[in-house]
């Protein structure tokens, strides 16, 4: 006798979806999302990409708004370097502006975190009131004030005098000074790293202290030992932002200087000479070209800044 195989059943259990296929519904989703995306992509192209693929051609031209541009490769690069010494000037001056101005803005604005994350009656209005000169930010009204204070008959001569100091001086007419007033205008808008600063101590564990207190350990210790450790990713978060700024400074040096960058060439900021060439001079391929150079140096410093973080930033996760 001879046995037939039975005919196969068939199998009646419920069939997984294919996840490796998205579904119609997830399609539809991702359909509407790039809709939605449309307007910023092509607000991206036309006033961030299209512009500075412009730029990057024009700074391998001679281009002054009234004739064609005409190509000179690498020569505005060239010139640069060797043959205009205010741009050097302009580049040290920077240099020198974000190298002060930058430490000591974010010193300041620890040292106030430091006293204002203390239980104090009125902490809040004295954070409010320490904040308010960010809002003002180094805006053309902030930069006509401190041309009146640092003038020659200015508010700090006037109170030098009462201190029997005779200052006949004008500090941001004084090459020697002009520089150091814009510095510590800059150091005045400290509310922004203030206030972040204040929101990483806060989540610093009061057990550490606590822990450091059954130990002994003093005030400068635990500020060096537990404080600065964990909070220094936000002091490399605040460098990272300030430094970018300082490089971008434009408005206080143009105002007190009158545009020119004076006196001696003392507050030639780079973006302000870059303004010079680009609107006063009309060579917009040669603006162009030191744009370039300003965007490299930034994104170089900024590498600079992440590679050596890690030798001073400490992670939670850090072995």
């Given amino acids: 006798m001879t046995l037939v195989d039975a005919p196969a059943r068939p199998d009646l259990s419920p069939k997984k979806p294919n996840r490796n296929r998205p579904s119609l519904r997830f399609r539809k989703e991702n359909r509407v999302a790039y809709l939605f995306l449309v307007p ?23 281009y002054n708004f009234l004739q064609a541009p005409k190509f000179i490769a690498l020569d505005n690069y060239v ?5 205009d010494p205010r741009y050097l000037i302009s580049a040290r001056v920077t240099a020198t502006y974000v190298l002060v101005s930058v430490p000591l803005q974010l010193g300041f604005a620890l040292m106030l975190a430091l006293l204002l994350n203390r239980a104090i009656r009125g902490s809040a209005l004295y954070r409010g009131i320490f904040y308010l000169p960010s809002l003002l930010g180094t805006s053309v009204a902030v930069a006509i004030l401190w041309q009146q204070v640092f003038g020659q008959e200015g508010l700090l001569n006037t109170f030098l005098g009462f201190l029997g100091v005779d200052a006949h ?3 941001v007419g004084n090459p020697d000074t002009a520089l150091s007033t814009l510095v510590i205008l800059n150091a005045w808008t400290f509310g922004s790293p203030m206030i972040i600063f ?6 610093v564990p009061m057990s550490l202290y606590e822990a450091a207190d059954v130990d002994g350990a003093g005030p400068l210790r635990k500020f060096l030992s537990i404080t600065l450790p964990l909070l220094s990713p936000i002091i490399f978060f605040n460098l990272i932002l300030q430094t970018i700024h300082a490089f971008q400074a434009f408005v206080p040096a143009y105002i007190i200087s009158g545009g020119l960058g004076g006196p001696a060439d003392s507050t030639l900021f780079y973006t302000l000479y870059l303004y010079q060439e680009g ?28 590679f050596i973080s890690k030798y001073w930033v400490f992670y939670g996760d850090n072995s």
Avoid: E, I
Avoid at 79 to 83: C, G
């Fill in 169 to 171: 001086t004008s500090w």
């Fill in 279 to 306: 609107f006063g001079s009309f060579d917009m391929g040669y603006a162009c070209a030191m744009a370039w150079t300003l965007l490299v140096a930034v994104g170089a410093v900024t590498a600079l800044n992440f």
């Fill in 198 to 203: 204040l929101a990483g101590l806060r989540q």
């Fill in 40 to 62: 910023w992509l092509v607000g991206l192209a036309l006033f961030v990409l299209g512009p500075m693929a412009a730029s990057f051609y024009l700074s391998m031209t001679d």
């Fill in 79 to 83: 010139r640069m370097f060797t043959q």
